[in-house]
């Protein structure tokens, strides 16, 4: 299984950002995945989930409204649309695979890093 | 609800620590409490999954349980070594399915 983020980088308060995790080694469209966040120095931070099919999304408090979350698997790829972001966005964002029968997030990437300065 | 831990714990290589994941309102049983551990540098890795089962891979060293009573849950790792040193977090679900973390818990091994 691999997981590769990408799309993380500096953006301004306000300004947008969208992330993208792109999957092997597994039936893509069989499998939950879920985006993660650590601040600098803080604990992980669960963000949104989109089943396989697309069918059921669930977002954070913390940013519903704000960040959307989408799939495409014939690009085996998941996305994080992040709008109106803030200083309190900065983290690195990790894609996470959840495991078909447990609310387990069995592999995970290695994570983008995004930076929103004032 | 939120999961509580300890900000830090500390023990010698070859004893036994076991780190505390206490949840706030509702019942620590109604939903499985899973672990992770993060090396520093690194993502995190699965330990424990639904509250006591290790994924093939992890040592039996490692252990999870639940108590009611304190309405926690516990990790505990045996015959401590050096690489075991890592950020560990509980992490548990609600019925939103909104996944909860705990805040994690900084093992060092002296």
């Known amino acids: 299984v691999q997981l590769v983020e990408s799309g993380g980088g500096l953006v301004k308060s306000g300004g947008s950002l969208r992330l993208s995790c792109v999957a092997s080694?597994?039936?893509?469209?069989?499998?939950?995945m879920n985006w993660v966040r650590q601040a600098p120095g803080k604990g992980l931070e669960w963000v949104s989930s989109?089943?396989?099919?697309?069918?059921?999304?669930v977002y954070a408090d913390s940013i519903k409204g704000r960040f959307f979350i989408s799939r495409d698997n014939a690009q085996r790829s998941v996305y994080l649309q992040m709008d109106s972001l803030t200083i309190e966005d900065t983290a690195v964002y990790y894609c996470?695979?959840?495991?078909?029968?447990?609310?387990?997030?069995?592999?995970w990437g290695r994570g983008t890093l995004v930076t929103v300065s004032s | 609800f939120m999961l509580t831990q300890p900000h830090s714990v500390s023990e010698s290589p070859g004893k036994t620590i076991t780190i505390s994941c206490t949840r706030n309102?509702?019942?620590?049983?109604?939903?499985?409490v899973q672990w992770y551990q993060q090396r520093p540098g690194s993502s995190p890795t699965n330990m424990i999954f639904e509250d006591n089962q290790r994924p093939s891979g992890v040592p039996d060293r490692f252990s999870g349980s639940i108590d009611s009573s304190s309405n926690s849950a516990f990790l505990t790792i045996s015959g401590l070594r050096t690489e075991d040193e890592a950020d560990y977090y509980c992490q548990s679900y609600d019925g939103n399915k909104h996944w909860v973390f705990g805040g994690g818990t900084k093992l060092t091994v002296l």
């Open positions: 309102s509702g019942n620590i049983a109604s939903n499985y």
């Open positions: 996470a695979k959840k495991t078909s029968d447990y609310f387990t997030l069995e592999d």
């Open positions: 080694g597994f039936v893509f469209s069989d499998s939950d």
């Open positions: 989109i089943s396989g099919s697309s069918r059921y999304i």
